[in-house]
């Protein structure tokens, strides 16, 4: 194991997809279940477990590469703006669309559940839009120490739970952003629509 692949493995440890998910470190993953949880308050407790799951598995180590920074709301250095942003509403589309047709081919409470997990995936990267550490879709380098060093818990973080509780207008934004793009694709069925994120973060 190479001194990157601890540091990631420190850094984001392992998350599946247990029915219940486990607290995380990532915004933090204190302030992405935090961010579900109000934005989704009227869903059962077994859905909102399944959105944090989901969520986390964004955060997983296999996740956190350059080639995957578009499902952070990042880039990798190699890619422009236009193009990063194009692959996030994909990304976000293409997880609503499999949440969708999971829950309507089988409306059972495991397909239910399902979905729920599907949500949670698509929902990071809209909520990692408003993070400062993520903001205009900046280039991700986890070589970059100084960089890692503004994300996750790290007291230094721009994106932990006390830097989340200082920014007075971030949990309002956020959940609305989140509430618009569940209810676009879910309530009502847009599932070839893709979001443009410009004025998100």
């Not at 997809?17 to 934005?39: I, K, N």
């Not at 296999?62 to 578009?70: F, K, R, S």
């Not at 969708?100 to 089988?106: G, K, P």
Request: proline share 7%.
């Amino acid at each position: 194991m190479t001194l990157l692949s601890m540091l990631l493995l420190l850094l984001f440890p392992h998350s599946g997809r247990p029915s219940r998910a486990p607290a995380s470190r990532f915004w933090s993953g204190g302030v992405h279940h935090l961010l579900l949880r109000r934005a989704f308050e009227k869903e059962p407790e077994d859905c909102l477990r399944q959105m944090e799951a989901g969520s986390n598995r964004i955060d997983r180590p296999a996740n956190q590469g350059p080639d995957h920074a578009y499902q952070h709301a990042m880039r990798s250095a190699s890619e422009t703006i236009p193009l990063a942003r194009a692959r996030m509403a994909e990304f976000i589309r293409g997880e609503y669309e499999l949440a969708a047709s999971i829950r309507n081919a089988a409306p059972d409470p495991v397909s239910y559940l399902e979905s729920c997990f599907h949500r949670g995936m698509a929902l990071h990267p809209v909520m990692d839009s408003t993070s400062p550490a993520h903001r205009n879709m900046g280039i991700w380098s986890p070589l970059d120490l100084a960089q890692l060093l503004r994300h996750g818990d790290f007291p230094s973080s721009a994106e932990n739970i006390d830097a989340f509780l200082h920014s007075p207008d971030a949990l309002e934004r956020t959940t609305r952003l989140m509430r618009m793009v569940d209810e676009t694709y879910l309530d009502l069925g847009f599932l070839d629509f893709l979001f443009d994120f410009r004025d998100s973060g």
